[in-house]
């Protein structure tokens, strides 16, 4: 079948008509090709320049550029040296340090329980007890 076509078609790759514009006529108007907005930004032909720019230097599609490594470089190591830092710290509280921590956390714990217990009181309790701090401070100041 396919030599059929070709005994019909001996030259089967000009199948394409070719465009009236190629006669000449100065009637039509002749189509212009379009620009493709991606290649015509400035952004992609600076990133084109500088790929085509590495790529005589010999370097890496991947490779970053010099300052953007050593700026990475230099955060990982600030951020290395940070958590280094905080783990010292935790390590070297003095047992006084730690006992002070201690301490302050026993109390908010006592803190809590005193006003779960006192949100859990009647109310004439309350009232009560601020009845009795006011008759003893106006006692005393006279």
Not at 54 to 77: A, F, I
Request: no cysteine.
């Amino acid at each position: 079948m396919y030599t059929e076509i070709q005994r019909e078609h001996p030259d089967s790759r000009n199948i394409l008509t070719h465009p009236d514009y190629i006669d000449g006529n100065p009637d039509l108007i002749k189509p212009k090709k379009l620009l493709n907005p991606v290649k015509a930004s400035k952004s992609h032909q600076e990133l084109h320049r500088e790929l085509l720019m590495n790529h005589k230097r010999g370097l890496g599609v991947e490779s970053k550029p010099e300052l953007q490594r050593v700026l990475e470089h230099r955060r990982r190591n600030q951020l290395f040296r940070q958590k280094k830092e905080e783990e010292e710290a935790k390590k070297l509280q003095s047992p006084f340090e730690k006992e002070l921590l201690k301490r302050h956390q026993r109390l908010d714990q006592l803190e809590k329980e005193q006003e779960k217990e006192e949100d859990h009181a009647p109310e004439f309790i309350k009232v009560k007890e601020n009845l009795r701090r006011t008759s003893t401070v106006t006692g005393e100041e006279k």
